[in-house]
């Protein structure tokens, strides 16, 4: 049996004259990988958002007791949630806007909704570089537009939460919410 | 160019690295090519059991540390938080709770291998003291790890294990206060055994790089106990004992799984799935099923300082083994003395692990004491008179030998009896 095995070796490391042991290795290699991954998918998967977490993702705000012209800031899946109570001059110069004007368009209709125009609902993350942009306070600098004005690279952001000048991007995102009452909304 | 090593590898990429850092032309002297005795039996695929345990508790805890909080008044809820919100979190928990079972279970047989066949004689009797070492290591670490979910038992087990340093002479109750960071086992002592229990894994794997250095420096044992005499008694590690490993880790998976999947709590104490109350002691404080004949050791000696002395001792003992045992054969196979003794060696320690679940009064104490003696007598006086008197059976020729075909001598090699397998390269 060795003198056989000696007969059947070729030059080209006698790989094609066992097919039988290539396929057991083969198999054998499939099954490892295949063993690889299940053991892979829980550890990698553990570490993705836990159902603690994704169950707290809503947060209710009572707008009520924000007069006018000021704002609130609400924690919502861990970031900031400026809630502006606009007055009417604000809200006209939101809506007064060229749209060509803007670096990322938009009405500012879009951004509200509608019967509760001087709600305003942004998250209050730079869409830059992630900054908290300053202006909710009534000592906060808030910028040439009326919005706001972020510290770190210098953009600002106009009563619509929308980029006017600087870095960022983006127009300061809105999260999804609904008004529960005329007063009340639920964010996410 | 000066420093680079001669590698011998084909592959482009290979060479470049292997010449540079010849870890490649390592792992295929010690692990490819390397002469092993043929003729092993199952027996001897416990270490690589142990690796494999080792390796998996590592991976499954360092997931579950980061979802788990150290502190006593969140580290029960934070196991509970990882059992039913973290993603397969119920897996890593109950895969790394069994497999400090498993753990302990193939080292315990690798060491009764140990123990049968006479691995601990020269020339490895370091390589057995290094394995010692790695148990006594693995005890600190299982410890440990058992109280960080600050169960009752984790809190009393901690309380009585931590106490027993106060027997110590003078300093003791000084050392007490020093190992729990207050008056009692607290937030400050569940924060440090957190870290230790994170650190001593890889202290772990670094003895163990040790224990196979050691292991490769004199070459494995085997069931006949007697040194290889030439290329005819060995086999290269690779093909043969690396697929006879895999198919003992098949089998290790398996029993593992069913644990984890069938019965994850079996081998656990129900009480620690009571949050940890200081002032209500359990009517029963064990630990774990791997630490109990210890643990019925410290119990039989009705003196505190004398019991940790035996308890410790009972360990410590198995350090000068290769010295107690003064016979010159290894293996029990030609030991028909040792053999008949060895039997109630495995007896006491069975059920000294049976004792140690029971409370130490009336026919358990009793019989927790006959057993801890004979463990003693079994080290201390039978090992050393049995070397003596014992008429050990006539050991074969070689390792090759016995397998031979009758009237044959190095003639009658069978076909396939040659040390290489028929691949070549």
């Not at chain 1, 553990?46 to 836990?50: A, C, D, K």
């Not at chain 1, 998250?123 to 992630?130: A, E, K, R, S, V």
């Not at chain 2, 909080?69 to 008044?73: H, K, N, T």
């Given at each position: 049996m060795a003198d056989t095995a000696a007969t059947t070796h070729d030059a080209d490391h006698g790989s094609d004259a066992m097919p039988k042991r290539d396929f057991l290795k083969l198999v054998a290699t499939a099954g490892a990988a295949v063993g690889v991954g299940a053991i892979a998918w829980p550890l990698i998967d553990?570490?993705?958002?836990?159902r603690d977490v994704l169950a707290v993702s809503s947060t209710e705000a009572d707008l009520a007791p924000i007069p006018a012209g000021q704002a609130v800031t609400v924690v919502w899946q861990g970031k900031p949630v400026f809630l502006r109570h606009r007055t009417e001059q604000e809200i006209k110069e939101a809506e007064d806007v060229n749209l060509n004007q803007l670096p990322d368009p938009q009405s500012d209709q879009a951004r509200v909704k509608s019967g509760h125009d001087q709600w305003l609902v942004v998250?209050?993350?730079?869409?830059?570089?992630?900054c908290i942009p300053l202006g909710n306070k009534p000592t906060d600098p808030r910028g040439e537009y009326g919005g706001w004005f972020c510290p770190c690279h210098g953009s600002q952001y106009d009563t619509?939460?929308?980029?006017?000048?600087?870095?960022?991007?983006?127009?300061l995102e809105i999260p999804p919410y609904a008004f529960t009452t005329e007063t009340k909304i639920k964010i996410g | 160019m000066a420093g680079l090593y001669k590698s011998e590898f084909k592959n482009p990429v290979i060479n470049w690295l292997d010449s540079r850092l010849p870890i490649f032309t390592m792992m295929q002297r010690e692990y490819g090519a390397f002469p092993t005795p043929r003729n092993f039996n199952y027996f001897w695929s416990f270490g690589g059991l142990a690796m494999v345990a080792l390796m998996v508790m590592i991976l499954t805890g360092v997931f579950l540390a980061m979802h788990y909080?150290?502190?006593?008044?969140r580290a029960f809820d934070s196991v509970e938080h990882i059992m039913r919100d973290v993603n397969y979190g119920w897996l890593i928990r109950y895969v790394h709770m069994n497999g400090g079972s498993m753990f302990f279970i193939v080292v315990y047989i690798h060491m009764f291998r140990g123990l049968y066949y006479g691995s601990y004689k020269s020339p490895r009797e370091l390589l057995w003291m290094i394995g010692v070492a790695i148990l006594l290591l693995m005890m600190a670490t299982a410890f440990m790890g058992y109280v960080l979910p600050w169960g009752q038992m984790s809190y009393w087990g901690a309380t009585v294990i931590t106490n027993l340093f106060s027997a110590i002479p003078f300093v003791g109750k000084a050392i007490v206060t020093w190992l729990w960071g207050g008056f009692s086992v607290d937030n400050a002592t569940l924060n440090r055994f957190y870290s230790l229990h994170y650190l001593l894994p890889f202290v772990i794997v670094g003895v163990v790089f040790l224990h196979v250095v050691a292991l490769h420096i004199t070459g494995s044992n085997n069931p006949l106990g007697i040194e290889p005499t030439g290329p005819q008694d060995t086999i290269p590690f690779h093909p043969y004992y690396t697929i006879k490993d895999m198919v003992a880790m098949v089998v290790f998976l398996t029993l593992w799984a069913a644990l984890v999947f069938f019965a994850p709590n079996l081998l656990g104490n129900p009480d620690n799935y009571i949050p940890a109350n200081p002032l209500s002691t359990p009517a029963h404080i064990v630990p774990e099923w791997y630490l109990l004949p210890f643990y019925a050791i410290l119990r039989s000696i009705p003196n505190k300082l004398f019991g940790v002395i035996a308890m410790f001792g009972s360990i410590l003992l198995l350090f000068v083994l290769p010295w107690l045992?003064?016979?010159?054969?290894?293996?029990?196979?030609?030991?028909p003395l040792y053999r008949i003794f060895f039997i109630p060696f495995v007896i006491a320690c069975v059920v000294l692990g049976i004792v140690g679940a029971?409370?130490?009064?009336?026919s358990w104490l009793l019989i927790g004491r006959i057993a801890t003696a004979w463990y003693f007598l079994h080290f201390l006086v039978i090992l050393p008179l049995i070397g003596k008197f014992e008429r050990p059976l006539p050991l074969p020729e070689s390792i090759l030998q016995p397998v031979l075909r009758q009237g044959g001598g190095s003639g009658g090699l069978p076909a396939g009896a040659t040390a290489a397998p028929r691949e070549v390269s």
């Open positions: 553990s570490m993705n958002p836990t998250i209050g993350i730079c869409t830059h570089l992630g619509s939460g929308r980029i006017r000048k600087g870095p960022a991007p983006a127009n | 909080v150290p502190a006593a008044d045992d003064t016979s010159p054969v290894r293996s029990a196979n030609f030991r029971n409370p130490p009064q009336g």
